[in-house]
């Protein structure tokens, strides 16, 4: 999580530097206002972290507090950003490598970038903590030669301090000249704005705090502040040092690649020769650190879409998090769309930071005006301000003005790409949204069964018996559906089955965000659901009896009930439901999970039949 904070110091620095031109007496001022704005962002973050303790960031924040609308924009905008993470750092890895590398090795570029994003989907296919666990150990490479680079720069050139200290004010009497006080105000802003790469990784941490250890939002304040003192400290540091040097632009190199190179030829010329290897290395571990802030994209963004699918924004295949199946999916999801990324922008990094930083300040902005929203509803409660809510104010003022510059300033340069493509996928989760809610209504009709049915009480409902055959039932909550497929089985098996067992999963999954308290609710909802199934098959006249777990793993967990019960009951066969439509369309196969015959698959290589239930939905037009 870290890791996707500090890397942006490879590529945000230099995006404002390159703005000043030959005003360079202006980075002073842009190295306090880059550290300034990591503290303040960063800040307001930490506090997110204390109310919403459960993770989430800017989508839950934006839906809790704003509404449902505002929280498909934050999360359309954050899934995108996390899109825009992994080409973002991919590329900028890129260029770090290539810096030391002869000229003519470029064209090599842009394919190494699709090779390496391929490299990192393969590694989280695999396991995501164990890709993470094997890049880790490059942070403090990083660390250290960066460490190095800047306390060595301002060491070796302190003598000129003097000088330095003659050239910027001589540069802002200059500029004032030239440019006038509205002019250098405007070329200051304009540099600080471009440089809105830098602070795109501050969110991670918010958003994947639900897999931090305990006790998670000491966790979570200790890395924000660990990022904030880092990113600061290291993207003020690279201006400084710009500035100090003279850094400018050199063909196929970085500007941290110029730097790094005049820090070693200084230190040569003073007898201490670190060669060329120091280059290497710190490029190396700056193109590795960017390696491994690509992995906040695969780990955050299909967190995020689980947060949405959960709302059902998206497809609730997305929901599960916790299933190989779905993860799988939505890391497959990432690194395609990052790879389509770049193929549109040729691995352009400009570019990629312009659309990277506008999503990235729409979710900012919705999380800055939702806590100022929360802070206003506090002092109505208690009738006194919080004191945080002056930092979340400053917040918003930054980042609003960086949001607004970045579009009007680049809108025509791609700015209006990742505009249109987070309205596009607004647009799309409104149909996703509208499609679950007419589903829904239709499904409704089967609740009307539970008022059709006869009010029967049997005396004394027959005993369970091991040896009989057996139909074991998976269900959700007590409702029409549940009792259709009750009623389907006694149709197709008159009197054949003498046990009715009910199994139902109680799915806690990360990308739910509740505590303790509402696990323990969610146990006691599904034991009550279960309950008045056996109820109802008791007052049949049929032995019934139910099975339940709390899990993250809904087929896994299922599976291991429904194998348990096959080896007390021999004779069993597994239901499932399935959702079936008259005219079915593509759409409606995607948005609508497999967990069904996920479970069939997965039963029947375990030696268990298993059948599944379809459940009709009619095709009428939604209202």
């Not at 290539?98 to 394919?111: D, E, N, R, V």
């Not at 006038?180 to 471009?194: I, K, P």
């Amino acid at each position: 999580m870290g890791a996707d904070g500090l890397s942006s110091s490879a590529y945000g620095p230099e995006e404002s530097f390159r703005i000043l031109g030959t005003h360079h007496y202006l980075a002073v001022l842009l190295a306090l206002a880059i550290a300034f704005t990591v503290f303040v962002i960063s800040y307001a973050y930490s506090r997110i972290i204390e109310h919403f303790p459960f993770g989430g960031g800017g989508y839950v924040v934006s839906t809790k507090l704003l509404g449902p609308n505002f929280g498909v924009v934050s999360g359309s905008a954050l899934v995108i950003d996390y899109v825009l993470t992994i080409s973002v750092s991919i590329a900028a890895a890129a260029d770090a490598s290539f810096s030391f590398l002869p000229l003519h090795y470029q064209a090599l570029k842009l394919p190494t970038e699709f090779l390496l994003i391929g490299l990192l989907t393969g590694m989280n296919l695999r396991g995501v903590k164990e890709s993470v666990t094997t890049l880790l150990p490059i942070f403090m490479t990083f660390i250290v030669t960066h460490f190095i680079l800047i306390l060595g720069t301002i060491l070796l050139r302190v003598h000129e301090f003097p000088a330095v200290v003659h050239d910027i004010h001589a540069g802002f009497q200059g500029g004032l000249t030239t440019l006038g006080l509205a002019g250098m105000a405007a070329l200051f802003l304009r540099s600080y704005t471009m440089g809105a790469g830098t602070y795109t990784g501050i969110e991670a941490v918010s958003n994947g705090l639900s897999i931090m250890q305990e006790p998670k939002v000491e966790t979570g304040k200790r890395t924000m502040l660990y990022m904030a003192v880092s990113l600061a400290a290291t993207a003020g540091g690279i201006t400084l040092g710009y500035l100090l040097v003279h850094a400018a632009p050199a063909p196929g190199k970085t500007m941290n690649a110029v730097l790094i190179e005049s820090f070693v030829s200084d230190l040569g010329a003073r007898g201490f020769p670190l060669g060329h290897w120091f280059v290497v290395l710190s490029l190396l571990a700056e193109a590795a650190l960017l390696f491994v802030a690509a992995q906040a994209g695969f780990i955050d963004g299909p967190r995020v879409m689980a947060n949405m699918a959960h709302d059902s924004w998206l497809p609730h295949r997305f929901a599960t998090l916790s299933d190989r199946l779905t993860t799988q999916d939505g890391i497959l999801l990432m690194g395609g769309a990052s790879i389509a990324t770049l193929f549109y922008t040729r691995g352009d990094i400009s570019t990629l930071v312009l659309m990277y930083s506008i999503n990235v300040f729409i979710t900012f902005c919705l999380s800055e005006t939702s806590m100022i929203l929360f802070w206003l509803r506090k002092y109505k409660d208690a009738g006194r301000w919080g004191g945080e809510i002056f930092v979340h104010i400053t917040g918003w003022c930054l980042c609003f003005s960086i949001l607004i510059a970045s579009c009007i300033e680049k809108f025509s340069e791609g700015g209006w790409v990742t505009l249109l493509m987070t309205v596009l996928l607004v647009g799309l989760c409104h149909l996703i949204r509208h499609h679950y809610g007419w589903v829904r209504r239709n499904l409704a009709r089967l609740d009307d069964v539970l008022g059709e049915l006869p009010d029967v009480s049997h005396p004394a409902p027959p005993a369970l018996d091991c040896k009989a055959p057996t139909a074991v039932l998976l269900v959700g909550r007590f409702g029409g559906l549940g009792i259709h497929s009750l009623l389907a089985i006694q149709r197709l098996f008159p009197g054949h089955f003498k046990n009715f067992i009910f199994v139902s999963v109680a799915v806690i999954d990360s990308a739910t965000f509740k505590g303790v308290a509402a696990v323990e609710e969610e146990r006691q909802r599904a034991e009550a659901s279960l309950r008045r199934y056996v109820e109802l098959a008791n007052g049949w006249g049929l032995a019934a009896d139910f099975r339940m777990a709390v899990s993250t793993e809904v087929v896994a967990e299922a599976e291991n009930l429904c194998l348990a019960l096959s080896r007390q009951y021999p004779r069993s066969l597994v239901f499932a439901g399935k959702l079936v439509f008259e005219q079915e369309r593509w759409f409606q196969r995607l948005l609508h999970n497999e967990t069904a015959y996920q479970l069939q698959r997965r039963l029947q290589f375990s030696g268990l039949n298993t059948m599944v239930l379809p459940v009709r939905v009619l095709t009428a037009k939604p209202a």
